[in-house]
């Protein structure tokens, strides 16, 4: 996330958006293509023509030579060629395909030039504004080897980093017909409609849909625009689904009201692009009252579209489109909704052509399309800037956008590139955007993110919110650096716990970007150990390590790191192991000689384990920040089921951020069975203070045999059975009651978005203070595929009383209570009279594994969003403009006169008049028009 590496991403986008201006010139100079070109859909190892090829495409068509490339996580990569990918709904051997395909070959020896600048560079696209994308380098769009045959729905242009890259931010407002006259076949176009015109729209966009006849009502919950984010689309979505119609039209009303709304200084908007989009099938009215009031500067555009087969006159929607700036779009069939319903992007993008905008924008996080993983893009938008004449011979410059460069940054290489092994385990990057919305954070693990949306986690619901959070949080999208230490509450890695913990943030803005990064760290984490040793004991503590030194010094566990830079991070203790230490040396020598460095003063203490008893305990151990953890005696390893990589180990991370004895106990099983005779865990961190620096840079512990200390600590003292199965179950079913967990503990409840879940495989733990076995038949079943909200239960001990006692009435009889806090642990010790002096207690337990929710209410969130901060520049200007569709014309023509070959030739016909016509396989019904 370094700024040298963002400028020099910039650099390439600018000098190849130079090259692709070159050849600007070709754009309108019609002809078939001379060079060859990889189609993205050509399956693996399959000669024969494609389903989405045509013999005019096919000639042109070569295939490269793939080979599997780690960097692209292993896919078939091709660095000699290009690769170009076309939607399935368009005709591929039309002339304005073949053409687009001709002058931008030009760009795969940019793209070439690009990576042997730097090597680390993943794709790099061109998305065109028709549809067509050249990505490099060349790669199957599918793998048959790996991938189901299926549709596919991809276009460049509905996804997220072209979406924000093509225009400003927009104010928008739906505006749906509901009179009685698009009941039926319209009305079911026109949702859809809706629905696709709001995925044109992206978090830095507002938006709401309204309905009107005679009255004007909003669709939803929402009485002004709204972000755009996935929830709120969803909840308009819906709304729209349950729109009726009734009643007569009257456009004055609609536009009043949404006049009034774009307009409101009261609520949150982008401030930049006004459009209001009007659904309907015609009507009559012109509301020109309306536009001379509220709209004389036309500063508000209005697109208007008539959807439907019908014989209203559209001559009214036609003029209000051309006299506010706007198009005018027909949608006949729901072929027509898609690729009209996003060309308003090209109209909006002319502003930045004639501003000639050169700002690189980065996007959200969002999904690869080509299994990247989550990436970000900086995305330069591409101009056509050359000039034409008209009738009258004068001189016009275009304004239309070509299309949006991308490059992209896979968050797996900027992790890579943070010193995560110096800033210890608890310590932490994050870095937001101008939504506040997190990249880097820890927190940010989507287990089932979709491909069509931007994966959008806020800060504050990555973290358990707090007022000082939400002050950074502010400064930070302001670009204002700073630095705090608050007092926070922290969940462990395994979700199962709450912690008290002290942490310092340090933020500043990242130059060259929008975004802020963050330094968290909490105080044991300020400095860390630098390891230098000579060859001798590099020799020597290595010797530690070895396999057949396990009987003598303990089973070792190496953290599976990049110790070697050539070579992907160990797996396993051996494959470290077997690695010559010359060869360990050439590769990170800071975390070889840190290793080392552990092995061998870890090694020290197995002599003095040897000298103690092991009545009661299983097994010794100690883990270090450098990435060794040695087990003893060597049984006790094998049955080692914890982390070998320290910093991702529960255990290890809460041992640091307590300067108590932790107890943690293991999970039982489905079958119940007792998986706690595996051992409870008590680890402490070793604590060392060097020179006034405070350090914690290893934990001990004992993995105790349950079974010796039960019998040892509690068999005979409290129940009158001596069944240890019986005393758990007993005591798991007294501490699940509202009443005793109130006074033991403070309750934390949270709702967490599917985003910010790490596994589902790490379930909670329902009695948490007392550090009991608990069930994976007390957490919900595994999640589903679908997005999703869920609300999590947790409790921490919120003060500093040792005691708690109570009753517990249970109507006809009580049951008396006492807990005490067992001094340096994290355990309570609770007598309680017994079950059956009280038989009608039956307490309903309380699952603190989390729970579907719906989640807070977004209407009510919407009455008061949290801070953001738009774009600094917006383009929303540029000359009048004003279009008629001509697509549901020769659609009818084409539908109704001609044959399909016929019907091809007339459209061929008409790309020579207009530009932008094109057709695809399956017939004329899936023409569309582009505006010019």
């Not at 000298?611 to 299983?618: A, C, D, N, S, W």
């Not at 943690?664 to 961190?685: C, D, H, M, Q």
Request: glycine share 6%; proline share 5%; net charge negative.
């Amino acid at each position: 996330m370094c700024a040298p590496h963002m400028d020099a991403y910039q650099g390439q986008l600018m000098r190849t958006v130079e090259v692709i201006k070159h050849g600007t010139h070709l754009v309108h100079t019609l002809h078939y293509p001379t060079g060859s070109y990889f189609t993205s859909f050509t399956e693996l190892f399959l000669l024969q023509l494609d389903a989405n090829e045509t013999q005019e495409g096919r000639i042109h068509r070569i295939r490269p030579d793939f080979k599997e490339d780690p960097s692209f996580k292993n896919r078939l990569i091709s660095y000699n060629h290009s690769a170009v990918h076309i939607p399935t709904d368009i005709y591929d051997g039309s002339t304005i395909v073949l053409n687009e395909l001709n002058w931008t070959e030009a760009l795969e020896d940019v793209f070439k030039k690009n990576r042997e600048e730097d090597p680390t560079l993943l794709w790099q696209v061109f998305g065109s504004a028709t549809g067509l994308a050249r990505y490099y380098p060349a790669s199957p769009w599918k793998d048959a080897r790996k991938t189901p045959s299926k549709i596919d729905l991809y276009d460049v242009r509905r996804r997220p980093w072209y979406v924000q890259g093509a225009a400003s931010p927009k104010d928008m407002l739906i505006l749906v017909d509901a009179s009685g006259s698009v009941s039926g076949l319209t009305l079911k176009l026109i949702r859809t409609s809706v629905s696709e015109m709001l995925e044109t729209l992206s978090d830095d966009d507002y938006v709401n849909v309204v309905n009107f006849n005679t009255r004007v009502n909003n669709t939803a919950c929402f009485d002004h625009l709204v972000q755009a984010n996935v929830r709120n689309k969803k909840i308009l979505k819906d709304g729209v689904q349950n729109i009726t119609a009734k009643g007569i039209t009257n456009y004055t009303k609609g536009f009043e009201f949404a006049f009034k709304q774009l307009s409101d200084p009261n609520v949150t908007r982008a401030n930049c692009n006004k459009i209001i989009m009007l659904f309907t099938d015609g009507g009559e009215e012109r509301a020109q009252e309306i536009f001379s009031r509220y709209n004389p500067e036309k500063k508000v555009r209005i697109f208007t579209f008539s959807v439907g087969q019908h014989n209203y006159d559209t001559g009214p929607i036609q003029w209000m489109a051309c006299a506010n700036k706007g198009y005018f779009y027909e949608i006949p069939s729901i072929g027509a909704i898609r690729i009209n319903t996003q060309e308003y992007l090209d109209v909006l993008g002319r502003p930045m052509v004639l501003a000639d905008a050169k700002q690189v924008q980065w996007t959200n996080v969002y999904l690869d399309a080509l299994e990247l993983g989550l990436v970000i893009t900086g995305t330069l938008p591409v101009f056509n800037k050359t000039s034409s004449e008209d009738g009258s011979r004068k001189q016009h410059q275009n304004q239309l956008i070509l299309g949006v460069m991308g490059v992209d940054v896979s968050l797996d290489d900027i992790k890579r590139l943070t010193p995560r092994f110096t800033i210890g385990p608890n310590g932490y990057y994050f870095a937001i955007d101008p939504n506040g919305y997190v990249l880097l954070h820890p927190n940010l693990q989507p287990k089932n993110p979709k491909f069509q949306e931007p994966v959008t986690l806020d800060f504050l619901d990555a973290e358990l919110e707090n007022d000082i959070k939400v002050q950074i949080r502010t400064m930070m999208i302001d670009r204002v650096p700073g630095n705090k230490t608050i007092d926070t509450l922290v969940k462990t890695q395994d979700e199962r716990y709450i912690d008290r913990g002290v942490r310092t943030y340090t933020w500043a803005p990242v130059n060259g970007t929008d975004y802020s990064l963050a330094l968290v760290l909490p105080e044991y984490n300020m400095h860390y150990i630098e390891a230098s040793l000579g060859d001798l004991n590099q020799a020597k503590f290595f010797e530690t390590m070895q396999v057949e030194k396990f009987e003598e010094n303990g089973y070792t566990f190496i953290a599976p790191r990049t110790f070697q830079r050539v070579h992907k991070p160990s797996t396993t203790t051996v494959n470290t192991l077997n690695k010559p230490i010359p060869i360990l040396l050439a590769g990170n020598l800071t975390l070889v000689n840190r290793l080392l460095l552990d092995a061998g003063l870890t090694a020290e203490l197995v002599t003095l384990w040897k000298k103690q008893p092991i009545e009661g305990v299983l097994a010794r151990f100690v883990a270090t920040d450098g990435g060794i953890t040695r087990v003893y005696p060597k049984s006790g390893g094998e049955e080692w089921t914890e982390n070998a990589e320290t910093f991702d180990s529960s255990f290890y991370k809460r041992s640091l951020d307590n300067d108590i004895y932790i107890f943690t106990a293991p999970y039982l099983n489905k079958s119940r069975e007792s998986s706690y005779e595996s051992g409870i865990l008590v680890s402490k961190a070793v604590e060392l203070d060097f020179r006034g620096v405070k350090l914690k840079p290893a934990v001990v512990g004992v993995k105790l045999n349950v079974s010796a200390w039960m019998n040892s600590s509690l068999d005979g003292l409290i129940l009158q059975s001596g069944s240890r199965e019986e005393y758990i179950t007993q005591v798991r079913g007294l501490t699940l009651t509202p009443e005793l967990h109130s006074s033991l503990s403070k309750r934390i409840c949270r709702d967490a978005e599917e985003d910010d879940v790490v596994d589902g495989s790490l379930k909670h733990h329902f009695g948490q203070k007392l550090n009991l076995p608990y069930s994976e038949e007390d957490t919900s079943d595994a999640y589903s595929k679908e997005s999703c909200i869920t609300e999590q239960t947790q409790y921490f001990f919120e003060n500093d009383n040792r005691s708690f006692q109570g009753v517990l009435d249970c109507g006809n009889c009580s049951r008396m209570y006492r807990a005490e806090k067992l001094p340096s642990t994290n355990l309570v010790f609770l007598i309680t009279d017994a079950k059956s002096t009280c038989l009608s207690c039956d307490p309903k337990p309380l699952k603190q594994a989390e729970q579907p929710s719906i989640g807070p209410d977004p209407c009510m969130l919407a009455q008061n969003p949290r801070y953001r901060k738009g774009p600094d520049v917006c383009f929303d200007n540029n000359d009048d403009c004003c279009f008629f569709s001509p697509m549901n014309i020769h659609l009818l023509l084409c539908v109704f006169m001609l044959t399909q070959l016929n019907c091809m030739i007339y459209f061929h016909l008409l790309s020579l008049l207009f530009n932008f016509c094109f057709c695809s396989t399956t017939g004329c019904l899936s023409c569309a028009s582009f505006s010019g």
